[in-house]
Nanobody, 120 residues
């Protein structure tokens, strides 16, 4: 059974930094492209960053230059380092495997997500 467990969310001031983690199980993590998605209130869930099995990364324009995705295959974990945070980054953040090249989420089920709130 696939499990995706996100953690690390919190309240951070604008301009601050934060790091999220997602531990995956139930599938062969090292052969999966992984992504971080987010969903803000009243908006659709969007892919903000993904990393391939070869550690190639790609980012949404809204976070490019501020966010960094990385993975540790030994720990079945994907990370999202977020710098220069803005109020518009406020959202619930989720991880999932990513279908290449469509960039759609691989698994239909999602974890509980982790809330990030950027506010002074």
């Amino acid at each position: 059974q696939v499990q995706l467990v996100e953690s690390g969310g919190g309240l951070v001031q604008p301009g601050g930094s934060w790091r999220l983690s997602c531990v995956a199980s139930g599938f062969i993590f090292r052969v999966a492209a992984m992504g971080w998605y987010r969903q803000a209130p009243g908006k659709q869930r969007e892919l903000v960053a993904h990393i391939t099995t070869r550690d190639s990364t790609n980012y949404a324009d809204s976070v490019k230059g501020r966010f960094t995705i990385s993975r540790d295959n030994a720990k079945n974990t994907v990370y999202l380092q977020m710098n220069s945070l803005k109020p518009e980054d406020t959202a619930v953040y989720y991880c999932n495997a990513v279908r290449i090249p469509t960039m759609s989420p691989f698994f239909a089920s999602w974890g509980q997500g982790t809330q990030v709130t950027v506010s002074s």
